[in-house]
Nanobody, 127 residues
Framework: QVQLVESGGGLVQAGGSLRLSCAAS????????MGWFRQAPGKERESVAH????????YYADYVKGRFTVSKDNAKSTVYLQMNSLKPEDTAVYYC????????????????????WGQGTQVTVSS
């Protein structure tokens, strides 16, 4: 089965930057789309971004557009989330997730489309 491990979280002041990594292993992973989600204490999990494994398609939630960038390195079986201009409201546990099929613009933001999840990495943004 696909296994996902996030890293790169930490404490940063507002306006700062962090880069999250999601290392993947498992058969047929290279054909799967990858998503980033986040969950703040007491709140529901929400979508952040998505990238097809080929890199041909990327999608972003409105609240991170222009600040976050999702990318990949197929040789390392790793996807990244570069987060710039961080705000206190970005504080959350960030999760990467793997989808078993291609996901388009109409459904990439639905957690139900993904079947493998990492354990998450904490991002805390102070004012």
């Amino acid at each position: 089965q696909v296994q996902l491990v996030e890293s790169g979280g930490g404490l940063v002041q507002a306006g700062g930057s962090l880069r999250l990594s999601c290392a993947a292993s498992g058969r047929a992973f290279s054909s799967l789309g990858m998503g980033w989600f986040r969950q703040a204490p007491g709140k529901e999990r929400e979508s952040v971004a998505h990238i097809s494994w080929s890199g041909s398609y990327t999608y972003y939630a409105d609240y991170v557009k222009g600040r976050f960038t999702v990318s990949k390195d197929n040789a390392k079986s790793t996807v990244y989330l570069q987060m710039n201009s961080l705000k206190p409201e970005d504080t959350a546990v960030y999760y990467c997730a793997s989808a078993p099929r291609f996901i388009g613009s109409g459904s990439w933001f639905r957690a139900s489309e993904y079947n493998y999840w990492g354990q998450g990495t904490q991002v805390t943004v102070s004012s």
